[in-house]
């Protein structure tokens, strides 16, 4: 059985294996690292751990289970959440939050759900007609603006839809790529 502790941020809910026992930790490079008086700790995935408290502000819940990964792609990258602001765009219209550095793993996410067996998943999900919501700054005066990236330069009417409602449609990329397809739709 895994156990996982459950924590929570905008855009989603992440989890960290949670240890409560030396006997979990036998054959790992935290064996002779973590020792009793440690316990308990979550892994945080990158080669770390630290003390685990339920009083952690982000801490949502324990979580025991035979499966891999405790959460749905939907609970890790809300899907269609009311605040979105990064993530992707489905050619659907459906959104998956993500945070200003987690494209990749969402991507890998949403691949491992619609595209198993992908090798490369942001391409793949470009190629798929995807579209990647993304922080982007212009260089010179230091502002972030939302930006629309499109690997087919290709837009569905859903897509431009829910690009309306979450305040992107006048972006000049999206405006350049509903010209070039609503003829289409």
Same mark, same amino acid.
């Given at each position: 059985?895994? *156990?996982?502790?459950?924590?929570? $941020? !905008?855009?989603?809910? %992440?989890?960290?294996? %949670?240890?409560?026992?030396?006997?979990?930790? *036998? +054959?790992?490079?935290?064996?002779?690292?973590?020792?009793?008086?440690?316990?308990?700790?979550?892994?945080?995935? $990158? +080669?770390? %751990? %630290?003390?685990?408290?339920?009083?952690?502000f982000?801490?949502? !819940?324990?979580? !025991?289970?035979? *499966? *891999?990964?405790?959460?749905?792609l939907e609970k890790m990258f809300f899907k269609n959440h009311k605040n979105f602001k990064l993530g992707w765009l489905s050619p659907e219209g459906d959104t998956y939050s993500c945070s200003y550095t987690g494209h990749n793993k969402a991507a890998i996410a949403i691949c491992e759900k619609y595209f198993p067996k992908t090798a490369l998943p942001e391409r793949t999900l470009g190629n798929a007609g995807w579209l990647k919501i993304i922080d982007s700054w212009d260089g010179t005066e230091r502002q972030h603006g939302q930006f629309v990236y499109s690997m087919t330069g290709k837009i569905t009417k859903a897509q431009a839809d829910k690009l309306f409602d979450i305040g992107l449609y006048y972006n000049e990329e999206v405006q350049r790529m509903i010209e070039d397809c609503a003829d289409n739709w």
């Open positions: 059985m895994n *156990k996982f502790a459950i924590y929570k $941020s !905008e855009t989603g809910l %992440y989890y960290y294996e %949670y240890v409560d026992n030396l006997e979990q930790l *036998k +054959g790992t490079v935290f064996e002779n690292i973590v020792t009793e008086d440690k316990l308990p700790v979550v892994l945080d995935g $990158s +080669g770390g %751990y %630290y003390k685990f408290t339920e009083q952690d982000c801490f949502v !819940e324990l979580v !025991e289970t035979e *499966k *891999k990964c405790p959460l749905s």
